[in-house]
C-alpha cells in the first residue's frame, strides 16, 4: 500500500494533556501544572493562529482538465469533479468525467483551502513567503527573479546578469552609470546600448530608424519590484537645435525586441545621424523610504 508520505503536519495540538486529580494536590505541584496548562493553551492558541505546516502533492491544486493551477472560483459538478472556471466556460458547462452540468455548484471548500495557502518563493535566493494566489505577482516582482539577457540567451538573477554583461558583452555598447547624473552615449550601430547601474539594475537605450529620423527611448531590464520606479530624461543637443524628452520608465525581465511608445524622435534633417550623441539621466524612486 501507497504511503500517504505527501501529508505532514506539524500540528500536535490536540495531544491530550494530563488531567490533574484531587488525590495529589501538593500546592507547588499544583502551581507548576497550572503554569503548563496555560503555557500549553498559549502554545496550542499560537498555532491556531499561525496555521499548519502541510506538505501536499503539487497537483492536487491543479485543474485536472487543463493542468494549470485551480484558482477560485473553482466549479464542481454533483458528483464532485472540480475544474477551473475557464475549462467550465470551454467545455460549456459540461462535465467530461460524468457529463452532469458544471458550473452552478462552487468548490468553497477548496476555494477557502487555496485562499488560506501560503508559499514561499521560487526564486533562488528568495526567503519571501507569500500569498498562494499573490505568488505570480511576487514573483514577477521578486528581486530574485530571472532576467534574460538581450544579446545572448543568458539568463540569471539582477546581478549575476550585470556581471554576465559586464563579462561577456565588453565589445557590444556597454557602460555603467549613476543615478541622477547625465551621461553621454554615442550612437553607434548597435541597436542598443545596454546601461549597467551601481544596485546591478540594467537599462537599455533602444534606438530604432523611423521614416522622420531616429526614435530613442529607455527601458530596465529587471523586476517591476514595487517599491522602485524610474524616470528617465533623454536629451540631443546641435547648436542651435535642442530637443528634450522625460518619461516615467517601465521595466521587464526580458525585452522582447518591442520598442516603448514613449520615445525622443530625432529628426534626421536638424540633427546629422554620423554625430549624434545623446545625454541620459535615470533617477530612481524608491517607493518607500
Ligand atoms: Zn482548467
Ligand atoms: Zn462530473
Ligand atoms: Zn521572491
Ligand atoms: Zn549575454
Redesign the pocket.
Known sequence: MEKPSFYRTKNKSIKKRNKVTETNKDPNQEDMLKYKEVASQEKENEEVSRGILVLIKADVFHCPICCHALDPPIHQCQNGHVMCSKCCVNLNGKCPSCSEIIGLIRCLTLEKIIESMEISCSNAGCDAIVSYLDRASHQKSCIYAQCF?P??S?QGCMSSLSQ??AD??KKSAVQLFSYESCFDVRVTDHELNILIAPDNRLFLLLIKDVAEGVAFSVIGICPAAEDYKFTYKLSVYNHPNYIELRSSGSMTCEWKGVHPKTFLLVPADAFPCHKLQVCVTITKKNMRP
Open positions: 539577457c544579446l545572448c543568458f554576465h554583461v561577456n558583452h
